[in-house]
């Protein structure tokens, strides 16, 4: 937090109103910076993710430079665009506007793919200030006559790098070549890998930069565990942690979509209410086990990389990574959803042998070693998977005298050899 006040920023009364019921007391960091930018009209390239704050930084200028311009939408002419990757991030983001722009006589609509489109089409024709949208359904929409783009002058591209990951570069640039060439455009991003960069040039006239240090906050405030248990121990241990009452609110990742159900079952039978989400789940099925956890109805949430992407529920108390994500990213994106703007939190992750590598590759990423935890599932195997001592100590065991395995190998290797 910072020690600016909304006020000093700049922003219009009603949404200083706004804040204060949404009890926003300070601006975060990213928006200190960027809405005193964003208020004079300049172009911008915000490098931070999601639990910084980013997305009130865009919407409250956008907001404000609408209320203040008193110009409003005609039917299927938005005013702004904010294009998001997942149709969760496009509705948490649709959520925000509506909250800060509750005092202002503004229309909001978000569109996006997997439900039928006709009440998005009747937003559309009543006119909305602020669209939200995911790339796909948006070029569908723009097919069909429903949009046009050609009076649209702020454009927002929200989680730039995961756009990419998922494709949709292409339909991006397709909609940006829709917007008229004289418009405000901020691009957002947790990472800036070159192909991002690139677009950014295209899309950016000379944007200033503003940078919340990737990750850095996140990772610094929470308390990161890691048990070494075998697969086949992972769902006694995982019933065990959840007898503990503090664990309140907790998202638990798996790899795989068939996992993450396994494991919401088994969290079922122990009496516990769990929820699994991912991407073989309707778009209804995702958002009411998401409104469920929220409210929190339902205290677990099983959920897959792709399906938690850009999920903003405040107070997860505890991430869990039943299963070690193979991208050292996802493990930094995974535990961001708990120590969300500024409060603290606990990641635990479950690692097995055979997942050690995305262990080291992680920690070689975060610079920073796991706090590892003993307990009762700890088996000989998964203790044997081994602390530094006695790493150096068996290498120095097996250089004098070579184990009876370790001979047999060297005979098979010799054998091959010839
Ligand atoms: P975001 O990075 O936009 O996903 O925001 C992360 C979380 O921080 C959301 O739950 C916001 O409601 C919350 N938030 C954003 N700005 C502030 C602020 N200035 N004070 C308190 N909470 C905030």
């Given at each position: 937090m910072t020690d600016i006040t909304f006020s000093e920023l700049g922003l219009a009364a009603p949404i200083l109103r706004a804040l204060r019921t949404e009890n926003y007391n300070t601006p975060t960091p990213i928006q200190a910076q960027a809405i005193p930018l964003l208020l004079e009209g300049g172009d911008l390239l915000g490098v931070a993710q999601t639990g910084t704050g980013k997305t009130a930084a865009f919407a409250l200028p956008i907001l404000n430079r609408l209320s203040v311009s008193g110009k409003r939408a005609g039917p299927r002419q938005p005013q702004a665009l904010i294009l998001a990757p997942t149709r969760e991030l496009a509705i948490q983001i649709g959520e925000g506007f509506k909250a800060y722009g509750r005092y202002l006589e503004l229309r909001y609509a978000t569109v996006y793919g997997g439900v039928g489109q006709v009440p998005q089409v009747k937003a559309l024709r009543r006119g909305v200030d602020v669209l939200i949208a995911t790339p796909g359904r948006l070029l569908d929409l723009m097919g069909q006559g429903h949009?046009?783009?050609?009076?649209?002058?702020t454009l927002v591209l929200d989680e730039a790098d995961r756009m990419l990951d998922m494709g949709f570069i292409h339909d991006v640039r397709k909609i940006v070549a829709a917007l008229p060439e004289r418009r405000q455009s901020l691009l957002f991003s947790a990472t800036m890998p070159r192909e991002i960069a690139r677009l950014a040039d295209e899309i950016l006239d000379r944007p200033k930069r503003v940078e919340v240090a990737p990750s850095a906050t996140p990772v610094e405030l929470i308390e990161q565990r890691v048990y070494f248990v075998e697969t086949s121990r992972k769902r006694a241990l995982l019933g065990d942690l959840l007898k503990d009452p503090d664990l309140a609110r907790v998202i638990i990742f798996t790899r795989t979509k068939h996992r993450a159900n396994r494991v919401a079952d088994q969290i079922e039978k122990l009496g516990i209410k769990a929820e699994a989400i991912h991407g073989n789940k309707s778009q209804n099925a995702r958002q009411r086990a998401l409104a469920a956890f929220r409210n929190g109805s339902v205290p677990i949430l099983v959920a897959t990389d792709i399906a938690a992407r850009g999920i903003d529920i405040d107070d997860v108390s505890h991430v869990i990574n039943y299963e070690m994500p193979n991208e050292p990213e996802s493990y930094v994106h995974r535990i961001g959803r708990t120590a969300r703007a500024g409060a603290s939190g606990v990641a635990i992750s479950l690692c097995d042998g055979a997942e050690r590598e995305y262990l080291r590759a992680i920690e070689k990423l975060i610079k920073k070693t796991l706090t590892p935890v003993a307990h009762a599932h700890e088996t000989d195997a998964a203790h044997n998977t081994k602390t530094k001592a006695t790493e150096s100590k068996n290498k120095k065991r097996y250089s004098t005298r070579p184990s009876a395995k370790r001979r047999r190998n060297k005979g098979r290797q010799t054998r091959q050899a010839a």
């Open positions: 949009i046009a783009l050609d009076k649209t002058a």
